[in-house]
């Protein structure tokens, strides 16, 4: 048995006009890891709504010590959001992350089976994967349209990248931040396909990526994703990285090694 000291965990949680879902995510986090992690930070992107506000109550009536509640002053977008949390993460010296979003569509439940392959560093980097179970996604309320884009999307960037990932899209994932820290991750890109962004690095660092099953989950929450242009911008991204590898261009953000 793996006896690994103990990790000093913190959860990032991305929060963006979801004053309906933020507290109820953050309360259906399991008590086993609220006593292990050292903190949680949500990150509000200068939502338009009251997410920040009530946050901000909702720590001072809980006395949840461990909660911290920050709010950009301009929007940074989603991947510009999560470059400020995992900085947050390093320079706290904590050394895993979880992310979570604010939105509630992750299961907070089920964080254990995500954490533990960081935890006894069999792991560089976690996904959580909604298409590892053939077509749970769908039973979970995933619209078809969605779910044969996704399939479709990652059968493509597998293509490309050689890799063998059941699902590039899900946004659960958990990182080591001494891993974090040895990649570029500022240069990924600032909107949704910093998600695949970062898988690329890991993939040229070499860094190990697992994968476990999540259950899906779709609720009233409101996307801001437009699924053409992140599908162009995903697809946009690998081609530039097998480019960079052909050295037919140059791109920094993947010149990792």
């Known amino acids: 048995m793996n006896h ?23 309360e259906r986090i399991p008590a086993n890891i609220m006593k292990k ?48 949390g995992y900085h947050y993460a390093i320079d706290r010296g904590l050394d895993i992350v979880v992310l979570l979003h604010g939105d509630g569509q992750y299961a907070p439940e089920i964080m254990d089976t995500l954490l533990e392959p960081v935890e006894r560093d069999e792991a560089d980097m976690v996904m959580g ?6 077509f749970s996604a769908l039973k979970g309320g995933m619209p078809l349209y969605k779910f044969v884009g996704n399939k479709v999307l990652t059968f493509l960037e597998n293509l490309i990248l050689n ?3 059941s699902e590039f899209h899900s946004g659960y994932r958990v990182y080591n931040c001494h891993a974090l820290k040895q990649l570029p991750f500022e240069e990924c890109a600032d909107d949704w396909h910093f998600d695949t962004d970062i898988i690329i690095q890991f993939k040229e660092k070499k860094m190990r990526i697992v994968e476990k099953p999540i259950p899906t989950y779709y609720g009233d929450e409101i996307s801001h994703l437009n699924g053409i242009s992140y599908a162009y911008r995903c697809l946009e991204s690998v081609i530039k990285y097998r480019l960079h590898k052909l050295n037919l261009i140059k791109v920094g953000k993947f010149d990792v090694v």
């Open 129 to 134: 994967s909604r298409m590892m179970k053939d």
């Open 4 to 26: 690994s000291p103990k990790k000093r965990i913190g959860i990032l949680i991305l929060a963006y006009n979801v004053v309906n879902t933020l507290i109820p995510t953050i």
């Open 37 to 84: 992690i050292e903190e949680i930070f949500v990150f509000d992107d200068h939502s338009s709504d009251k997410t920040y506000d009530s946050a901000l109550e909702y720590k001072k009536n809980k006395g949840l010590d461990k909660l911290h509640i920050f709010r950009n002053s301009h929007n940074l977008g989603y991947g510009g959001n999560q470059k400020k």
């Open 163 to 165: 890799t063998h990932l």
